[in-house]
């Protein structure tokens, strides 16, 4: 493989590509989520199960259904009106929070860098992060697993982006909360670094050689 370094070996990075959930958007507190699901009898997790990892919700995260249609299988699932799905929707997210300081470090990469997301999520992605969490504009890119048919950690959904941003692998380092995204993303090429709520981004890019606007 082709390493692109500097004249004394240092590597190159020129993109910067973030996960959303857990990253970004963090649910830092659990209690509303725990909440629901101890009112409708739900072992701790199931809610987050239900919505992410059953077999509707990651059909929704590939795109095989719309995500309205899998919020309609979450009605029929608890009997719920309406009104009831919308407080459960309000009561599932109520605890998540936009990583402010995550996003002010990449607005600072900019436009020294490229930067880029890869998420599997549903296809309302695009609407989240313009509306919910406006943060669309801190980023060259954006790549959602419903779009693409793809979830991570498959390999072409890392070598989409990477052909889009017009980059090879060793030019790019790749920020997820999940090991086995992490592991995808350097099955391909790319650095990575593993996201915990410890994790200290700007020091870790920094270890690559990148500098914010903030560092200098």
Not at 101 to 108: A, F, H, K, M, Q
Not at 128 to 156: N, Q, R
Request: proline letters at 4%; a negative charge.
């Amino acid at each position: 493989m082709v390493r692109h370094c500097d004249q004394e070996g240092t590597i190159m990075i020129k993109a910067v590509i973030f996960d959303v959930g857990g990253v970004l958007v963090r649910t830092e507190d659990h209690a509303p989520r725990r909440k629901v699901e101890e009112r409708l009898g739900l072992a701790p997790g199931e809610a987050e199960r239900l919505v992410y990892n059953s077999d509707m919700g990651r059909a929704a995260q590939r795109g095989e259904i719309t995500a309205a249609e899998l919020w309609r299988s979450v009605q029929e699932h608890f009997g719920f009106d309406a009104a009831q799905l919308q407080t459960f929707r309000a009561e599932f997210w109520g605890g998540d929070r936009l990583n402010q300081p995550l996003v002010d470090l990449i607005r600072s990469l900019r436009p020294r860098y490229q930067t880029a997301i890869i998420s599997n999520a549903m296809d309302d992605l695009n609407q989240t992060l313009a509306e919910t969490y406006p943060i669309a504009d801190a980023f060259d890119l954006i790549v959602g697993s419903a779009y693409e048919g793809i979830m991570k950690p498959d390999a072409e959904i890392f070598l989409r982006t990477l052909a889009r941003l017009g980059r090879a692998p060793d030019e790019t380092i790749f920020v997820d909360d999940f090991a086995h995204n992490v592991a995808g993303a350097q099955a391909v090429g790319m650095h990575a670094i593993h996201y915990t709520p410890q994790t200290d981004v700007a020091a870790a890019l920094a270890s690559y050689g990148i500098a914010s606007m903030e560092r200098g």
